[in-house]
């Protein structure tokens, strides 16, 4: 058989016998591994949004990615659906994290940086951390 016919058998256990059985369980617990992660790590780092927003992307591309590996074991499609979306989401997988967000994490990381700056200037005159009296607008004279 030519390497190219394999694109177009179906995706079951008789045709694909060594990696079906490891895909589908893979992607199966990769799916519940990243929503698992998702929601511990949205309550971990809710007050940082630009680690919220790699969370989400990346479960956003797990679910899309293993949810359609799951679809393709249980529907038998043809392997020529199946390599797209094994080789496209671990593409997509490489690009959110290591292109699409690290650029925008050091921004962030950045701009932190200089609101910590600004904010120790700010109190680095001794009287900015000494407290004014009330000023009284009558004046009593005491006994």
């Given at each position: 058989?030519?390497?190219?016919?394999?694109?177009?058998?179906?995706?079951?256990?008789?045709?694909?016998?060594?990696?079906?059985?490891?895909?589908?369980?893979?992607?199966?617990?990769?799916?519940?591994?990243?929503?698992?992660?998702?929601?511990?790590?949205?309550?971990?780092?809710?007050?940082?949004?630009?680690?919220?927003?790699?969370?989400?992307?990346?479960l956003?591309?797990?679910?899309?990615?293993?949810?359609?590996?799951?679809?393709?074991?249980?529907?038998?499609?043809?392997?020529?659906?199946v390599?797209?979306?094994?080789?496209?989401?671990?593409?997509?997988?490489?690009?959110?994290?290591?292109?699409?967000?690290?650029?925008?994490?050091?921004?962030?990381?950045?701009?932190?940086?200089?609101?910590?700056?600004?904010?120790?200037?700010?109190?680095?005159?001794?009287?900015?951390?000494?407290?004014?009296?009330?000023?009284?607008?009558?004046?009593?004279?005491?006994?």
């Amino acid at each position: 058989m030519a390497p190219w016919q394999y694109l177009f058998i179906s995706w079951d256990t008789t045709n694909f016998a060594p990696i079906f059985t490891i895909t589908w369980m893979f992607a199966l617990a990769m799916l519940a591994v990243s929503i698992f992660f998702y929601n511990f790590q949205g309550r971990r780092l809710r007050n940082y949004a630009i680690f919220l927003d790699l969370n989400e992307w990346l479960l956003w591309t797990s679910v899309g990615t293993f949810a359609l590996l799951l679809m393709y074991t249980v529907f038998n499609f043809d392997f020529i659906f199946v390599l797209p979306t094994m080789v496209g989401g671990a593409v997509l997988f490489l690009w959110i994290r290591f292109l699409h967000f690290p650029p925008l994490i050091q921004a962030y990381e950045e701009r932190l940086a200089r609101q910590r700056y600004f904010q120790r200037s700010k109190t680095a005159h001794p009287e900015a951390t000494i407290r004014k009296r009330p000023v009284s607008s009558t004046k009593r004279r005491r006994r």
